[in-house]
């Protein structure tokens, strides 16, 4: 069951220790998917209630395999005052070409007229491969509050043709495949989206800001270690359920186990993973 309890415990938690001031709700770490459409409204009133003078911005995932349930949750969003929404491509009838993808997007978006609106780029998952460079072109006429993409996929020359093309538009490239900002941000990602942050944040935020300098030896540091933990965890068998005990263990925050079909993670993998991340020695020496 969904534990509202402890959201404020974790706003503080992500502001605090991991610097995190942006969030987004029911999205994959979230088990949005898995959820009712009840869960996700109470889930997303929570996240701006406590977030409220504390998060910059709290983006709500309103995507769903039912148009009808995607639009309400798209109303309820804008409703509770999200700073913005974002929508994955259906995955079990899928569009399959840009203009059957877009034509639900904007169904969705036409519903929230007010609220920046990105598509949730994520084929490893919707197995929905549509180019998001081909997606964009025109895309702003259709759907005027198109804001940007949460692009959750391997491919960098998509995302490198999008930012190329789309320099103009403004829109936001949020990356999220963590072990791979890097690079991303080195084509011009300007924001990322992932679970690693919920623990990492701070460690990645300084990668961040080494990038800025330019700092690119402290920067590779930074991504190298974090790729060493996840390449560790990986081989042990990661998704979902192990964030949520990785979370745990860093935070002390208890996130519960996942909803089924996913199993929890074994006490084996607990006591492995967080041996690995003790081990790590961070540039900033912790």
Known sequence: QINLSV???????LVSKQHVKNIFVNGTTGEGLS????????LAEEWVCQGKDKLDHVIIHVGALSLPESQELARHAAAIGATGIAVIAPFFFKPTNKDELVAFLQKVASVAPEVPFYYYHIPPLTGVKIRVEELLDGIKERI?????????????????????????????????????????????????????????????NLMLQ????????????????????????????????????????????PMGPPRPPLVGA???????AKAKLDSIVWPDGN
């Open 35 to 42: 959820l009712s459409t009840q869960e996700r409204k109470e």
């Open 210 to 253: 080494a990038f800025a300098k330019p700092d690119l030896a402290l920067a590779r540091r930074y991504q190298f270690l974090t790729g060493e933990f996840l390449n560790f965890v990986i081989k042990l068998g990661f998704g979902v359920a192990q964030t949520k005990a990785v979370m745990t263990f860093v935070s002390g925050i």
């Open 7 to 13: 959201i404020g415990q974790y706003v503080d938690y």
């Open 266 to 272: 074994a006490d084996e993998f607990i006591i492995k």
């Open 144 to 204: 005027p509050t198109f804001q940007g993409v949460k692009f959750s996929d391997t491919d960098l020359l998509d995302l490198a043709q999008c930012i190329n093309k789309n320099e103009g538009e403004q829109f936001e490239f949020l990356y999220g495949v963590d072990e791979q900002l890097l690079g991303a941000l080195a084509i011009g990602a300007n924001g990322a989206v992932g679970s690693t942050y919920n623990y990492l944040g701070q460690k990645t």
